[in-house]
């Protein structure tokens, strides 16, 4: 069973940093959190992942609190081929299976 | 990053029919693949795990006998979907693995229709 939760749906203004939040608050020591997100019939794509902490690449910035319970991915300047739905999810190294949350619906607006 | 290669992406058959789904590894070897399916507006749920050269583990609620995975190499993993019905379609989606801290990848998905 999925971990984590995350809001249904947010909206972001073109431009602007998105920033979707994620709680796990049952998160083990050795486990990471991981981002990836899902544009419309296509595979999950790889954003980015953390143990404790922050982490930032090209595609975003991952902010995960002292106590590892929850965490936030941060778009800094959101566009239209961002709108996707973000899944946050909580998993050892490669080679343990992920289970999915429902994820948060991100739509940039114009 | 990895490369990983589903195909077909999309299918439409006749109900009764079996459908093969292969998801290949294109530039690492996967000790470990796998397969999710996803039903509209729903989330990705995790079907079955492989490792090469081994019989698969199936989550519960999934028939293995319905959803035949093989896993006979390093970068080839086949999911057949036999005597498919309506009931059957969905998005398939595979995840290789091979090593360690390197994050999951995903192939781009097989949409299966059933008429």
């Known amino acids: 069973d999925a971990k984590t939760t995350q809001p249904t749906s947010m909206d972001c203004a073109e431009g602007r940093a998105a920033n979707l939040p994620c709680n796990h608050s049952?998160?083990?020591?050795?486990?990471?959190v991981y981002w990836y997100r899902q544009i419309h019939s296509q595979g999950p794509q790889y954003i980015i992942h953390g143990l404790k902490n922050n982490e930032t690449n090209e595609m975003a910035s991952l902010i995960i609190t002292e106590d590892r319970k929850s965490s936030t991915l941060i778009l800094p300047h959101a566009t239209l081929r961002d709108t996707a739905v973000y899944y946050c999810?909580?998993?050892?190294?490669?080679?343990?299976?992920?289970?999915f949350g429902t994820g948060t619906s991100l739509t940039v607006i114009p | 990053g990895a490369v990983v290669s589903q195909h077909p992406s999309w299918v439409i058959c006749k109900s009764g029919t079996s459908v093969k789904i292969e998801c290949r590894s294109l530039d690492f070897q996967a000790t470990t693949m796998f397969w999710y399916r996803q039903f509209p507006k729903q989330s990705l749920m995790l079907m079955a795990t492989?490792?090469?050269?081994?019989?698969?583990?199936?989550e519960q609620g999934v028939e293995k006998d319905k959803f035949l995975i093989n896993h006979a190499s390093l970068t080839l993993s086949t999911l057949t979907v036999t005597s498919a019905h309506p009931e059957d379609s969905s998005f398939y989606i595979c995840?290789?693995?091979?090593?360690?801290?390197?994050?999951?990848?995903f192939g781009d998905g097989t949409r299966l229709s059933i008429l």
């Open positions: 999810i909580v998993g050892k190294n490669t080679g343990n299976q992920f289970y």
């Open positions: 492989s490792n090469e050269g081994s019989k698969a583990t199936y």
């Open positions: 995840s290789p693995t091979g090593t360690f801290d390197q994050p999951q990848h």
């Open positions: 049952t998160i083990s020591g050795n486990e990471y």
